[in-house]
């Protein structure tokens, strides 16, 4: 069942066109992941997902119906998780929780049970009576996930979750995020660390000027590309020759010699490593090491978007 | 209920403003009403100090100044050119009165021999211009007014009996009762003072109370997260506004109930018009105040310019309003710019509520009070366009946009 469905969407901020022709379809059950650098548009395709924003065209499905900003009974169904901490800081841990949960389920003993499960899910149990200011940065994001999932919802939107979080809480909230999925959440997780896209998403979405600029999953996404292999190999002494003919092999796209170690870059192929070291051998070059590794993520992004993520 | 509930709760997490701006604003307003002096009438009576020197021997002259010298403080003073010189430089006497010698004979003589012109006098010298003195004055000359009737008209009394006669005649005192009319005259001048200041109080505690509440729930990432739950646009911002009424009615309670806790004993003679008018006054500056703050809280979230711009704009508003300095002391361009003020307004409906006389308000005080609203209103209105202004620049849904459905795909 798709659960998110966006059409042609278009927004602009004046002369910037911030999305355009957006398109995107989220099935149910899944992490969808959207990368892309900073100021690519991910914030602003979710804030038009849950109508915090106007846009200029486009059409915008969730659970299968129209979304607009008067429909209650979608937005009941929804969790938002913003990348800025939004919590009160007159409230303590609990309170803040209850507040958000409180918008979503209007039974006061359902509400406690559901705030109890959120505060132990996020791990803040010595935490409920403390004010988001006494907070470390990773409690306060844990606040802030707590705050988004305590009503249990079907769909929930994380944006930017782990930004300026040390590693330990990125690590714990990854695993949550995971664990809210097998629980029955669809996610829907923007960021723009590439390691984090990988190690959770099941369906990655590259973005960047507000457009979709490839989607599928990780294997998918490789596969699209032309980028293969990396293989690196130490090489006690290379002659020029040498050099020149591996440069000339049809499937490497560049070669370097630095340091002795040899690099190469190469195509997708079945043979390339065998290809390599074959011509080595032939050519009586002692060799070392090798290492090998298959083309990843970043290198799909680089060569679709011809730059590195920004941070 | 959770918004109204939470920012309910925001309100009271703040003591300190609670504490500064409501309790120790309004101490100090009722210090500084206290600080006006306010004597009962029948308690009060200035009693001037009084010398006479009397060279006449006879019993006029004596009785004379037995008069002079009752209920008042004797200053004994020699009757040398230095020691009356010595008492005018250091007003040690009020009044000095001089029976020249001779004075008893001379002014039955004369009296009855038709001579006014020739009608001796006594010399005064007055140190002050007060009341007391004039009045002082007054007596000396009823006293031998009295007398010379007396004489002419009992051509064959002795001066024992003019004496006796005039004593009598002079000693009548009018029956006089201090009667509470109630037209709040004999209210209090200090809890008017207490309700000037309390302009300041009621607009700083109320505008930054008010402000604060509105900026949390205005924050960005608060908005958005309110704004993408079930709970409508409409009843959030209805609770919010509940919320500010309340915590506006706290701050309006409290600064009313110690005015008149304080200064209600000295109250008996006002009508129900004169109090209703004052509480109406202080509910319409208090609205005034929670516009104001609604104002600033579409502005900035910021706390420290809420608290700056709710103190500059109480301060110099209270100014212009004369709640610091009665305007009558000031120059007409001020009172020109305190009538663009809506302190001016609420002063004015004070004066105004002051003078009712029965159960219901003057129509001035209810103008007055009218003026205050629309300014709160004016005010209330700019902060609504602010905010929409604010939110059309985010490219943000603003609640009541007709474009509420997501249009088909081009």
């Known amino acids: 069942m798709t659960i998110v469905n966006v059409e042609n969407l278009v927004k602009r901020y004046s002369d910037v066109v911030a999305l355009d022709h957006f398109n995107l379809q989220i099935e149910a059950g899944e992490v969808f992941g959207l990368l892309g650098p900073n100021g690519s548009g991910k914030t602003t395709a979710i804030n038009c997902m849950l109508q915090l924003l106007s846009f200029d065209k486009g059409s915008i499905e969730l659970f299968g119906q129209p979304m ?64 988001p200011k006494k907070l470390s940065g990773g409690l306060k994001r844990r606040l802030n996930i707590a705050c988004g999932i305590a009503h249990k919802p079907e769909l929930v ?121 074959g011509l080595l051998q032939e050519r009586n070059v002692a060799f070392g090491r090798v290492y090998s590794e298959p083309p990843t993520l970043n290198d799909v992004f680089l060569e679709i978007t011809g730059k590195e993520l920004r941070d | 209920m959770q918004v109204f509930k939470t920012a309910i709760k925001s309100f009271f997490r703040h ?3 609670l504490l500064v701006y409501v309790v120790w604003l309004s101490c100090m307003g009722l210090f500084m009403g206290m600080s006006v002096n306010e004597l009962p009438a029948d308690e009060y009576y200035e009693r001037p100090s009084v010398a006479v020197i009397n060279r006449d021997e006879g019993e006029l002259a004596q009785a004379l100044e037995s008069f002079l010298l009752e209920d008042v403080d004797v200053v004994e003073l020699a009757d040398s050119e230095r020691a009356l010189q010595d008492a005018v430089m250091q007003q040690r006497a009020h009044y000095i009165a001089i029976i020249p010698e001779g004075f008893t004979d001379s002014f039955l003589s004369t009296v009855r021999a038709g001579d006014e012109s020739a009608l001796p006098s006594i010399q005064t010298v007055e140190t002050s ?62 809890m008017m003072l207490y309700l000037k200041f309390a302009s300041y109080t009621l607009l700083l505690s109320i505008a930054v109370c008010s402000a604060l509440i509105l900026a949390q729930f205005g924050r ?62 202080l509910l319409c500056y208090a609205l005034f105040g929670l516009a104001f703050g609604f104002l600033v809280g579409q502005m900035t979230h910021n706390e420290l310019i809420m608290n700056a711009a709710a103190n500059i704009t109480g301060l110099v508003l209270s100014f212009l309003g004369g709640a610091w300095v009665p305007l009558d002391l000031v120059g007409e361009p001020i009172v020109t710019l305190a009538k663009f003020t809506p302190t001016y307004y609420y002063i004015e409906a004070l004066n105004s509520s002051f003078e009712a006389t029965g159960a219901a308000l003057p129509a001035g005080a209810l103008a007055n009070m009218g003026v205050v609203l629309l300014f709160a209103m004016a005010l209330f209105a700019i902060g609504l366009a602010i905010g929409r202004l604010r939110l059309a620049r985010m490219g943000a849904w603003n609640g009541s946009s007709t474009r509420a459905l997501s249009r088909p795909a081009a």
């Open chain 1, 68 to 131: 607009a900003p008067t429909r209650y009974d979608l937005k009941r169904r929804v969790g938002v998780v913003p990348q800025e901490i939004a919590v009160f800081d007159e409230l303590n841990v609990r309170e803040n929780i209850d507040y958000f949960c409180g918008l979503y389920v209007d039974s006061g003993a359902e509400r406690a049970k559901l705030v109890d499960e959120a505060i132990e899910f996020v791990g803040l149990q010595d935490y409920v009576r403390f004010r």
């Open chain 1, 157 to 277: 939107f994380f944006d930017e979750p782990t930004v300026a979080v040390d590693p330990q809480s990125r690590n714990s909230i990854l695993e949550g995020i995971l664990r809210l999925n097998r629980e029955g959440m669809t996610v829907v997780y923007t960021s723009h660390y590439m390691e984090e896209v990988e190690q959770i998403c099941s369906r990655i979405m590259i973005m960047d000027h507000g457009r979709s600029l490839a989607c599928g999953t990780q294997d998918e996404l490789v596969r699209m590309v032309s980028t293969g292999e990396k293989v690196e190999i130490e090489v006690a002494d290379l002659s020029r020759e040498a050099l020149g003919a591996l440069d000339s092999l049809a499937f490497v796209r560049r070669v370097e010699y630095d340091d002795k170690v040899l690099k190469l870059l190469c195509d997708n192929g079945p043979h390339n490593l065998a290809s390599v070291l």
């Open chain 2, 15 to 17: 003591p300190i403003y």
């Open chain 2, 129 to 190: 211009s007060a009341a007391a003195i004039v009045m002082m004055d007054n007596l000396a000359n009823e006293y031998l007014n009295v007398a010379r009737s007396y004489a002419l008209a009992i051509p064959d009394a002795g001066v024992s009996e003019i004496v006796e006669r005039t004593g009598k005649a002079m000693g009548h005192e009018a029956d006089v009762r201090v009667v509470n009319i109630d037209n709040g005259s004999s209210f209090s001048g200090g």
């Open chain 2, 220 to 281: 960005d990432e608060v908005r958005k997260r309110n704004l993408s739950s079930p709970l409508s646009v409409l009843s959030t911002n209805l609770q919010l506004g509940a919320a500010c009424l309340v915590m506006m009615l706290i701050c309006w309670a409290f600064v009313a109930a110690l005015g008149f806790a304080v200064y209600g004993g000295r109250m008996e003679g006002m009508s129900p018009g004169a109090v209703t008018g004052l509480l109406g006054a």
